[in-house]
């Protein structure tokens, strides 16, 4: 089949999130031990409880990835006042902004799928307007037709309503349209089940079936 549309995950796809988070969660870690006290490992400890009982209070939805409703229920349980969460929700999410940096070979590969004619999106868990400050900060939203986020789609990956949306905004057939991410589970056993094409990556590595740079995209398209 075809391919007529190429569908992407967000973080640690495009960019690496997990070096971007190390700076952020370190950077919030100092202003809690400056405002409260806490030593990096009982801030650790609070805020893993506190995301674990969002996801166990909402489900697999945005609302459990809303770092300010994360920061205010850590507050609140923790008898701080929550006027913090605000300061704490930007602190985090500028570092992690600013040091979010696109993948080599991410942005020439867009360009040149563009020129083919493909139609390009992403699709993402989390609210809408923090994933767009990062595809922004990245560059990557020249090249866009459309943005899905969990937020928009009612449900996070691997869901199969996230994928239907998703396909739903590209105007063309599931089989028609590859999914490209990192997670096994979230991106590529998601788009397959719900029908897409799907393909894993995996940079700087040697997975069978998965691209390890940009690049590498183009052959498979």
Known sequence: MVIKAVIFDLDDTLYSFKNANEKAFFALAQFVSEHF??????????HDETMKMLFETFGDVAAAHNRLI?????????????????????????VLIENAVAFDGLLDTLRVLKERGLFLAVGTNMTAFVQFLKLEKIGVLPFLDYVVSSEEAGADKPAK???????????????ECLFVGDSVK????????????????????????AIANWHDLLYHI
């Open 37 to 46: 006290g806490w030593s990096f490992e009982q801030f650790q400890a609070l």
């Open 70 to 94: 994360r920061y205010q229920n850590m507050l609140s349980q923790n008898g701080k006042s929550v006027k913090y969460a605000l300061e704490m929700s930007n602190v985090y999410w500028s």
């Open 161 to 175: 309503q996230f994928f239907d949306y998703c396909v739903e905004k590209t105007r063309m057939a599931a089989e």
């Open 186 to 209: 979230h991106d590529v056993e998601g788009a397959l089940n719900a029908g897409l094409q799907a393909l894993r990556f995996f940079p700087n590595g040697n997975q069978c079936g």
